[in-house]
């Protein structure tokens, strides 16, 4: 495959459909919960990262560069994580401002960053073109980095106990935004920000603000991008990235039918359909079953466990039941599919969600354990940074914008 052709395949369209809507199969979409502040608001400047190889050339013509100059942005871009165009002393100097310009648009910029885990943990709240926020957290362990990314600003799932479902859905973010994020950490890793030395970023979870789904082609090209080896992408694993979902049941099909080999976590969170109409809305359109009948075919499909997001809340479903009744769902399919992730929950202030007391934590996990399942209780880094998703944005926004309703 030629530089140019894979271009071709990270490439993501312009002429996507106004955010706001999550696809919803046959019985119609899902209508966001929207922010206040939702309406069209342009869109962000067009970034390498969004343009097909076609575009790149023609840019580069416009310019008055040959085509070859593509192959050594791109380069810089996805090899050495540089996107500062004064810097690329192969381009003629004459032509750097130029290509900064044209290619490399500031889209996203720190706003704050904060630190926790003696530095191994650090989350960042970025600004971007239109002054709306998104965030990502960069977690270092013994044998990996992490990236947790942001894939909207706000979210339109409106799940209660969520701080990001509290603001609304803002608007999509483009590929560009979102490959912005991995490419700035990535830089951070390599020159050595993030505590223990310079390091290379190895995994990316599409888990910060946003439902994935309902950016589906952004986050496929970003996806695209992160994994293509350099001078096409980053050179990250498909294997270690994980595509997360709320439970968008079309979407989940369309991945599986992608041949990539994301890992899928899906946020189950309740059991049942009584419980998780209440804490999941997008349970009404898509139920219990449908969505793990989904899940487990996407383990068919790909030979990649499925993990199963569930956020511990005290005395609302994390008690023995709903761990028994957790248990037979996913026994029911019978092959060691799934891998449960019970996370306490990291609660909005003042909220009535909070998390369990860790001896329910404990019974919980135990219960999965005896049936045969296989879960972990997951780590919580940054916690004391407003760790769970969407908190630090969603503290800052409230700050600076109108309140929600
Ligand atoms: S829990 Fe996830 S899907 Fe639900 S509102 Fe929050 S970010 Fe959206």
Redesign the pocket.
Known sequence: MTCDDSFRSTATTHDEPESGITPGGTSGAFRDVLAKDHARRGKPPLHFADMDAGERIERAKALGMPKFRVKQLANHYYAHFDADASTFTDVPSSLRGDVQQAFFPTLITEVTRQVADDGQTVKTLWNLFDDAKIESVLMRYPNRTTLCISSQVG?????P?????QLGLTRNMSAGEIVEQVRVSAAMMQRGEVAGGPGRLSNVVFMG???PMGNYKAIMSAVRQISAMPPEGFGISARNITV?T?GVVPGIRRLAQEGVPVRLAV?L?APNNELRDEL?P?NKRFDVDAVLDAAHDYYLASKRRVSIEY?LMRGINDQEVHARQLANKLNHYGDNWAHVNPIPLNPIEGSKWTASKPEDEQRFLEILHNAGITATLRDTRGQDIDGA??QLAAKTINMTMPQRS
């Open positions: 979210c339109g799932m409106g799940c106990f969520c701080a990001t479902g603000m946003g439902e997360s709320v946020s969170h999941v997008m956020a998703c969407g």
